[in-house]
Nanobody
Framework: QVQLVESGGGLVQPGGSLRLSCAAS????????IGWFRQAPGKGRERVSC??????YYLPPVKGRFTISRDDAKNIVHLEMHSLKPEDTAVYYC?????????????????WGQGTQVTVSS
């Protein structure tokens, strides 16, 4: 049974930092593309970042502020988020898809975590 568990969300002031983590079980981790989607109130889901093998991808508004990394030995992916802005406020979901391609659309990822809330506010 594939399971993704996110952690690390919370409340932070604008300009602050958070690190999200996604721990996976039930999969051969290095065979999977792992990504982060977010959904803000009243908006659709958008792909924030994704990593597959050595390739990583970022949503343009977060590029340079967020960094995704993976530790295949520990079955975990981190999303380091810096210079956070109020518009980064959303529920962040870890997603997984077998293969080495980072698809753009949420429906391409069959496995989702429960989500973790990130709130950027003063």
């Amino acid at each position: 049974q594939v399971q993704l568990v996110e952690s690390g969300g919370g409340l932070v002031q604008p300009g602050g930092s958070l690190r999200l983590s996604c721990a996976a079980s039930g999969i051969t981790f290095d065979e999977y593309a792992i990504g982060w989607f977010r959904q803000a109130p009243g908006k659709g889901r958008e792909r924030v970042s994704c990593i597959a093998g050595r390739d990583s991808y970022y949503l343009p508004p977060v590029k340079g502020r967020f960094t995704i990394s993976r530790d295949d030995a520990k079955n975990i992916v981190h999303l380091e988020m810096h210079s956070l802005k109020p518009e980064d406020t959303a529920v962040y979901y870890c997603v997984a898809r077998r293969g080495r391609l980072c698809y753009f659309h949420s429906h391409e990822f069959p496995t989702w975590g429960q989500g973790t809330q990130v709130t950027v506010s003063s």
